[in-house]
Antibody, heavy 121, light 107 residues
Framework: EGQLLESGGGLVQPGGSLRLSCAAS????????MSWVRQSPGRGLEWISF????????HYADSVNGRFTISKDNFKYTVDLQMSGLRADDTAVYYC??????????????WGQGTLVTVSS | DIVMTQSPATLSVSPGETVTLSCRTS??????VAWYKQKPGQAPRLLIY???SRVMGIPARFSGSGSASDFTLTITSLQSEDYAVYFC?????????FGGGTKVEIK
């Protein structure tokens, strides 16, 4: 059974940067799309980014576009989220999730346990 | 963006009862809906995709239905482990969007 393990969360000051990483195991990964989804008490579940299996297509939510960058390493079986220009409303638990890659999106059948990002001075 | 509206926000239900959760979308999305269950401190878990296809290993008491802009998740004979928050998600077009969730609590 596939597993995902996020790391890299923590406390960061407003305007700062943070890099999250997600290590995958137990599934093919190379052909699988991956997403980052976050959850905060005030905003529920929010999808923020997707990358295709080969890494040649990416999508971002407007709320993070231009500030966050998703990347995928099919040799290391990892997917990263580089976050910059962090704001207080980026505070959330961040999940990575294996996401089926259809033309217009997909659903996620494997989720990590999440990593908490807190943006505060 | 496609807005997902779930109702009710909270359902108080006794064990053994049947519950029906609603998810409505701001645009027609065919059958491109998934349902997830989330318990406190845990990640969401996929239950249903393509509106009505149950994930392997999910009990048959969970069923999904609907199309276009009106979707339903039904849980029959509610068990103790079913008390959780349930989310719908559309994948018809980017950005992917989730509903606000329905909390199923013990009555």
């Amino acid at each position: 059974e596939g597993q995902l393990l996020e790391s890299g969360g923590g406390l960061v000051q407003p305007g700062g940067s943070l890099r999250l990483s997600c290590a995958a195991s137990g599934f093919a990964f190379v052909n699988d799309g991956m997403s980052w989804v976050r959850q905060s008490p005030g905003r529920g579940l929010e999808w923020i980014s997707f990358i295709s299996g080969r890494g040649d297509r990416t999508h971002y939510a407007d709320s993070v576009n231009g500030r966050f960058t998703i990347s995928k390493d099919n040799f290391k079986y990892t997917v990263d989220l580089q976050m910059s220009g962090l704001r207080a409303d980026d505070t959330a638990v961040y999940y990575c999730a294996k996401t089926y890659d259809y033309v217009s999106g997909g659903y996620s059948d494997i989720w990590g346990q999440g990593t908490l990002v807190t943006v505060s001075s | 963006d496609i807005v997902m509206t779930q109702s009710p926000a909270t359902l108080s239900v006794s064990p053994g009862e049947t519950v029906t959760l609603s998810c409505r979308t701001s645009q027609s999305i065919g059958s491109d809906v998934a349902w997830y269950k989330q318990k406190p401190g845990q990640a969401p878990r996929l239950l249903i995709y393509a509106a009505s296809s149950r994930v392997m290993g999910i009990p048959a008491r969970f069923s999904g239905s609907g199309s276009a802009s009106d979707f339903t998740l039904t849980i029959t004979s509610l068990q103790s482990e079913d008390y959780a928050v349930y989310f719908c998600q559309q994948y018809n077009r980017w950005p992917l969007t989730f509903g606000g969730g329905t909390k199923v609590e013990i009555k």
